[in-house]
């Protein structure tokens, strides 16, 4: 408990500093990253860094992307985000947190047109919802091609945090709430 107590700050949490002299930046816990960015989403912006319009590119919201059926599309989409994402990175003038991760796919299954987040979903197929994140995180990740199950050079480029995995797909009519009740058949 003393070596705990002793190693966290004021409030109680433990300090993420970076560690300057191995080039080793502080971890975004916060993680949106720049993923999110342009990602499934369709967000365009980054509160972290205050990525502007213009500087990033733009893709479509979830339902958008996944209207293509087009795998190898969404794979090179994955890798254009990485890309930039690494780029935005790079040409970033405060180095002190590395985001390599981010907010990635909605994965849930669009079951309610009421739900708030649907146009995130790819929609309400899962077979289609399971290839389409796939394809995107995987171009996300770094993978040469989409074929591939090991990365080029065992390294990932950003690191996607899919979301939403069980029954957080309404038929609530609000984006920022949901009835936790969840039945058997929800989970089916």
């Known amino acids: 408990d003393m070596l705990w107590m ?3 700050t004021a409030d109680g949490e433990l300090p993420n500093l970076s ?3 191995l080039n080793i930046r ?3 816990w916060m993680g949106q990253g720049y993923v999110y960015r342009s990602a499934s989403n369709g967000c365009n912006i980054n509160c972290y860094s205050s990525v502007i319009d213009g500087n ?3 893709l479509p919201q979830g339902t958008g992307i996944a209207s293509t059926w087009n795998k190898n599309l969404i794979f090179q989409s994955g890798i254009m985000i990485s890309d930039e994402s690494m780029a935005i990175q790079y040409n970033y003038k405060n180095k002190s947190i590395d985001y390599k991760t981010g907010a990635s796919s909605v994965i849930n299954i669009a079951r309610d047109p009421r739900w708030g987040r649907v146009p995130e979903t790819y929609g309400e197929c899962p077979i289609l919802t399971g290839e ?3 394809a995107f995180n995987k171009g996300i990740m770094g993978y040469a091609h989409l ?3 090991e ?3 065992g390294i990932y480029k950003v690191i996607p945090v899919m979301r939403h995995f069980v029954d957080y797909d309404g038929p609530d009519d609000g984006r920022f709430s949901f009835n936790a009740i969840i039945s ?3 989970l089916r």
């Open 6 to 8: 002793g190693a966290t």
């Open 19 to 21: 560690v300057p002299r």
């Open 26 to 28: 502080g971890y975004s």
């Open 56 to 58: 990033v590119s733009v």
């Open 132 to 134: 389409i994140a796939v």
């Open 147 to 149: 074929e591939d199950t």
């Open 151 to 153: 990365l080029e050079y």
């Open 184 to 186: 058997d058949n929800d």
